[in-house]
């Protein structure tokens, strides 16, 4: 099966769209039935999926709630790269590594990225 880092990104959004509109997972997975008569859905579901199982962190995946979700919720944001291009994929590998780092790690995600560019961008910039 495919991984769809992208879907990370999606599940925030999704939840802050949640949380915006003062829905519990209970009333979600209500509103997802009623949109889509085809899935069936629980709270329990719906919580496992946008926020994970408790102890893990939360998995690139998809599901059959995302298009009742994008009704729902209103569409999802576009995302700023074409998903299956290389940076885009690269780009949500990033996302999800800063998700699960420590404070400390955070910082060295960020000098290695200020290092890498400054080293490419004289290379590009010629």
């Known amino acids: 099966m495919p991984v769809y880092w992208a879907t990370l990104s999606y599940k925030a959004w999704a939840r802050r769209r949640r949380e915006e509109k003062g829905l519990t997972f209970d009333d979600l997975a209500v509103l997802v039935e009623k949109a889509d008569k085809r899935v069936t859905c629980s709270s329990s ?61 955070r910082q060295e995600i960020l000098s290695a990225a200020e290092s890498w560019l400054r080293l490419i961008t004289p290379m590009i910039q010629r």
Do not use: C, H
């Not at 946008?50 to 998995?59: F, H, S, T």
């Not at 599901?63 to 885009?88: C, R, V």
């Open 45 to 105: 579901a719906l919580t496992q999926f946008l926020v994970g199982k408790k102890g893990e962190p939360l998995r690139p995946s998809y599901s059959a709630y995302m298009p009742a979700l994008n009704k729902i919720l209103g569409a999802a944001q576009p995302t700023i790269f074409d998903p299956e291009s290389p940076i885009a994929q690269v780009k949500d590998q990033i996302d999800y590594l800063w998700r699960i780092a420590t404070p400390e790690q």
